[in-house]
């Protein structure tokens, strides 16, 4: 698949799950397990987006082109004046692609599914702090048990 048109299809996975919620939390959290649920459903589009090929260029295009894109899904939902000062969405993001496709190199789908609420947690706790955080995880945890 071509590259612009597999990061559309992520975005608009992405994008779709967090129009259905109303708190910011909610979006971000919906927004991460949607994400992961389209690498997991599609590994072959990850491939595209994360490409293998010898460092150059086109694939650090490819991946500031990922992250940044990524990223401002989470900076127009995520309210910057309640981020600590060292922490930014791109990092944040980062964070979560490099455990997303070190995931899927591996083969490592199932654990993937079961790392969601991490994910959450590890993207809120900048904006919430660890309790507030940890109560949005679980609630991934608890919709994830009931699936």
Known sequence: MPF????????TA?????SEEEEWPAQVAAGICAGVDYAIAHPE???????????GAETLRRYESVIGRLAG????RAPLESRLPV?????????LVGLVGDHLRIGRYERLAELRADLVLLTLLPYLGF?????WAN????SNSAT
Do not use: F
Not at 73 to 76: E, M, N, R, T, V
């Open 131 to 135: 309790e507030e955080a940890k109560e």
């Open 87 to 95: 922490s930014t969405d791109e990092a944040l993001v980062a964070g």
């Open 73 to 76: 899904i989470l900076q127009a």
């Open 14 to 18: 992405v994008l779709d799950a967090c």
């Open 4 to 11: 612009p048109l597999a990061l559309a299809n992520l975005e």
């Open 45 to 55: 589009v990850v491939e595209t987006l994360a490409s293998d090929d010898s460092p």
């Open 139 to 142: 609630r991934v945890d608890r």
